[in-house]
């Protein structure tokens, strides 16, 4: 599964959770997701910038 498949489905199971523990950490587990996917987009990205 990519990242972004997986943030996808922690989106997912934010909208139908109803128990606020699991919303917790289904926000957390998606917050750290988010920063991985950022992560890995930084790296990418600094592949394809010009060197100064």
Sequence with gaps: MT???HIQELRAELATSMDAGEMATIRAELDAARA??????A????LFEPPQ
């Design 43 to 46: 790296a990418l990205n600094a």
């Design 36 to 41: 991985e996917l950022a992560s890995e987009e």
């Design 3 to 5: 990242i972004y498949d």
